[in-house]
């Protein structure tokens, strides 16, 4: 199955945002959504432009080919999420699925991409590849999780990659590897024995002069300044709540605004949460 869809947003004169193009197609379901409030990562605006991301069809399968292309505009601001994990399955032939997802954020604006956890399943084969390219002033809040297999099972082959520019100068390059081709990824510098791995990308032009110390606030997370007005919040984790705890724990670190308002309890010491049932996983597709 080939899937494409394209969204973009634009500001009228009042500063306003709004959908300009919401194309869907397949697997790939774009619907404009509504906030009942204001949207706590963008500084507290109600005049954004707030769309979801569903599933049309389960995977993708060996063999698909989805691609996702989104344009925020000049000063408008864009909040994009989904409505459920994305399961990656093998396909019934075989073959190599792919997911391609180009973004352009322009100057002076602001885009909130908080997508569900990517779920490697057994016997999958899959590459994802992220591109986010940020005109001077733009600003970007960006979550990424990775589940490695369902509920007590090993993933399959599973290859993202990320890229993030700034101005056209590199920011942020970063690429995983996991599974049965993958040589040395168990091991302690990549992701050990963790079900769960996952980060935050946060850039802000308030961080031109110089973003905020690092901060070890975990012992499988960390925050980070990158080489540019960013921030990376990495982390890894036995399963995905624990995962979700510490990404949130990391901007929480930030401070305002960057803090959510409904930010989770914090992890309790010593303990550890039970790993996603399969159901809730599959019921994802």
């Known amino acids: 199955m080939s899937s494409r869809a394209v969204l973009t947003t634009e500001a009228d004169v009042l500063a306003r945002s709004r959908v300009g193009v919401l194309r869907s197609q397949g697997a790939l379901v774009l619907r404009p959504a509504h906030p009942k409030e204001s949207e706590p990562l963008t500084h507290r605006r109600r005049e954004v432009a707030r769309v979801m991301l569903a599933a049309g069809a389960a995977g993708p399968l060996g063999g698909d080919d989805y691609s996702l292309d989104v344009h925020v505009g000049a000063g408008s601001t864009l909040v994009l999420t989904e409505a459920s994990a994305m399961l990656v399955l093998p396909g019934p032939c075989g073959g190599r699925s792919h997911m391609r997802i180009n973004v352009y954020v322009g100057e002076g604006a602001t885009f909130v ?3 569900e956890p990517i779920i490697a399943a057994r016997g999958c084969d899959h590459e994802h590849d992220v591109r986010v390219r940020l005109e001077r ?4 809040v960006m979550r990424e999780e990775t589940l490695l297999g369902r509920h007590r099972e090993p993933p399959g082959d599973f290859r993202t990659t990320l890229r993030v520019t700034h101005d056209d100068t590199p920011l942020y390059h970063q690429q995983l590897c996991v599974g049965p081709q993958a040589d040395g990824w168990r091991g302690a510098a990549v992701v050990g024995e963790n079900g769960a791995v996952g980060s935050i990308i946060a850039v802000d032009p308030a961080w031109e ?4 110390a690092t901060s070890a606030f975990h012992s499988s997370a960390i925050l980070a300044p990158l080489p540019g007005p960013g921030m990376l919040v990495s982390a890894v984790a036995p399963d995905s709540l624990q995962l979700r705890r510490r990404l949130s724990a990391g901007l929480d670190t930030l401070g305002a605004p960057w803090a959510p308002r ?3 309890l914090p992890e ?3 303990h550890r949460d039970e790993v996603v049932s399969e159901t809730e996983h599959t ?3």
Do not use: K, V, Y
């Open 268 to 270: 309790p010491e010593g």
């Open 209 to 212: 002069s110089g973003a905020p």
């Open 283 to 285: 019921g994802a597709g």
């Open 137 to 140: 002033g733009a600003r970007l």
């Open 262 to 264: 409904d930010a989770p």
């Open 113 to 115: 991409w908080l997508p």
